[in-house]
């Protein structure tokens, strides 16, 4: 039995943008949730131009029916305001100890509340994210196998990747108390990974990352999502802005594994004073060893940067990687192992010191 009439122990933060199409299934899997503490579900309504806020108000009666609490916000501009928008005002409308993110077009299993906060009670400075069943089944199977598959200690190491956060926006749970202090998302609309920028604002803080490994939400993918609203290019700076950030600045030198389009991109893409870093590019590609060097035409330095490509058993650590194969190899001890990775969508970045595995590879 639900508690009720007591203060929420955990808020459902639900954003809602044009959402009529699976809204009913989202909010059924709110109202079936095992959770027994006081729940609280808070919507907002980004401005939707269909029948999303009459969806909403049916499922407000039978959702405090059970005892969920619902909050319902919301505006009717001629335009939406975003989704890190949505989501902070949603937030701010709420009262729970505990936020759970919940996109509309998504649905929760039964179970995601009640083992998410108890994840979460045992780690006060995580983000707690899940497992996911992608619909249609077949979309994404890569980036699927990635988000699933992930072990422990790749959830912090991977955070280079192209995938973005190594846990998905949409399973995320943490406390108020831990949101208040990294928060709140970025407000820039659409084109904007609110959830990249929150995500490595979080790690910044010292933030961990869990993951409860069961399959607690069904994660659409359908043409409309906001996901698609992002340019690659726009993930692809603040990556290696963060990349600079966190790790390039313990390095005196290192070495960018790929000299082919993507390790060149990565060095274009970097300050001059990290690019004055890159002491090789390697590779495995003969025909691109045989060129002995890159030169950098675009440089404003005199002579212009000449940086030599190696053969990787001739190169030496540290490492970024930058690659998009099925399998890579990578460097322990000296020595070259081959790793089977999931291909990703878009190029990986991933790290290596002093001959140890660190990264995606």
């Known amino acids: 039995m639900r508690a009720r009439g007591a203060r929420p122990l955990v808020s459902i933060i639900l954003p809602v943008y044009n959402a009529e199409p699976w809204l009913d299934e989202c909010l059924s899997s709110v109202l079936q949730q095992d959770f027994e503490g006081a729940l609280e579900l808070s919507v907002f309504n ?45 937030i701010a409308q709420s009262s729970g ?70 846990v998905i926006m949409p399973t ?5 108390a831990w949101f208040s202090h990294v928060g709140p998302f970025e407000e820039g609309g659409q084109g904007e990974p609110e959830d990249l920028l929150f ?68 060095y274009r893409s970097l300050t001059a004073a990290n690019q004055r870093k890159v002491a090789a590019f390697c590779d495995v590609d003969e025909n691109k060893i045989r060129k002995g060097f890159y030169c950098y035409e675009d440089s404003q330095e005199r002579p212009r940067p000449r940086i030599p490509i190696l053969h990787f058993r001739a190169a030496q650590p540290p490492f970024v990687i930058c690659v998009k194969l099925e399998a890579c190899l990578c460097v322990s001890k000296g020595r070259s192992i081959n790793t089977q990775i999931p291909k990703a969508q878009r190029p990986l970045l991933g790290t290596s010191r ?7 590879c």
Request: charged fraction near 20%; aromatic fraction near 10%.
């Open 46 to 90: 980004d401005a939707s131009q269909d029948k999303s806020m009459t969806i909403i108000e049916k499922w407000k009666e039978k959702l405090e029916e059970s005892g969920i609490l619902v909050v319902v916000g919301g505006h009717s501009s001629s335009s939406p305001r975003g989704v890190g928008y949505s989501k902070n005002q949603a």
């Open 97 to 166: 100890s505990y936020l759970c993110f919940l996109d509309s077009d998504d649905v929760m299993m039964p179970q995601r509340v009640r083992l998410q906060h108890e994840a979460a009670a045992q780690h006060p400075t995580s983000i707690i994210g899940c497992q996911v069943r992608r619909e249609p089944p077949n979309s994404t199977e890569r980036y699927t196998r990635w988000v699933n598959q992930l072990a422990p200690d790749q959830l912090l190491t991977q955070v280079f990747t192209s995938h973005g956060p190594t």
């Open 172 to 176: 995320w749970f943490c406390s108020r």
């Open 199 to 266: 995500f490595y604002q979080h790690l910044r803080k010292g933030g961990g990352v869990v993951r409860v490994d069961q399959s607690l939400l069904l994660y659409r993918y359908h043409p409309q999502a906001v996901t698609h609203s992002i340019l690659e290019t726009t993930i692809w700076t603040y990556r290696v802005r963060f990349l600079e950030e966190r790790a390039l600045p313990h390095w005196p030198a290192f070495t960018i594994w790929n000299a082919g389009k993507q390790g060149r991109r990565l």
């Open 354 to 360: 002093h001959g140890h595995r660190r990264a995606p």
